[in-house]
C-alpha cells in the first residue's frame, strides 16, 4: 500500500483548504484510516479518524467544528476538508492506513497505522 497526500499550501487565517490522499492497493475499503499532523518542534499528533465504511469519524478537540474528514472508497481517497484556518494549524499533515481489523473503530494512536503518506505541508499566516 502507497499513500499520497497532496493539497498543502500556503493560505491566510480564516481560508480553507481540501487535503487528499491517494491509496494504491486493494485493501483502502477494509482499512480504518486518519490524518495526523505535526508542528516545528512539536510531536506528531491525531487530528481524526475514519472507519473503513466511513461511517463514523472522531476528531481532536482542536480541529471539532472545522475539520471533515471524508473518504471516498470506489476511488480509493481519503480527505480532509479544512475551514477556518489558524496560525496553529501551520504544520504537515500526514495520512494515515490501518491493515484490516475485525472491529470496525477509529485509530488515535500513530502506532496504530501501518502506512503513511509523505506528508503534505500546511501553512497558516495571520
Known amino acids: 500500500v502507497q499513500l499520497q497526500a497532496s493539497g498543502g499550501g500556503v493560505v491566510q487565517a480564516g481560508d480553507s483548504l481540501r487535503l487528499s490522499c491517494a491509496a494504491s492497493?486493494?485493501?483502502?475499503?477494509?482499512?480504518?484510516a486518519g490524518w495526523f499532523r505535526q508542528a516545528p518542534g512539536k510531536e506528531r499528533e491525531v487530528i481524526g479518524a475514519?472507519?473503513?465504511?466511513?461511517?463514523?469519524?472522531y476528531y481532536t478537540d482542536s480541529v471539532k467544528g472545522r475539520f471533515t474528514i471524508a473518504r471516498d472508497n470506489a476511488q480509493n481517497t481519503l480527505y480532509l476538508q479544512m475551514n477556518n484556518l489558524k496560525p496553529e494549524d501551520t504544520a504537515i499533515y500526514y495520512c494515515a492506513l490501518a491493515q484490516p481489523r475485525l472491529k470496525d473503530r477509529p485509530l488515535l494512536k500513530a502506532d496504530e497505522y501501518d502506512y503513511w503518506g509523505q506528508g503534505t505541508l500546511v501553512t497558516v499566516s495571520s
Open positions: 492497493g486493494r485493501s483502502f475499503s477494509y482499512s480504518v
Open positions: 475514519i472507519t473503513r465504511r466511513g461511517d463514523f469519524t
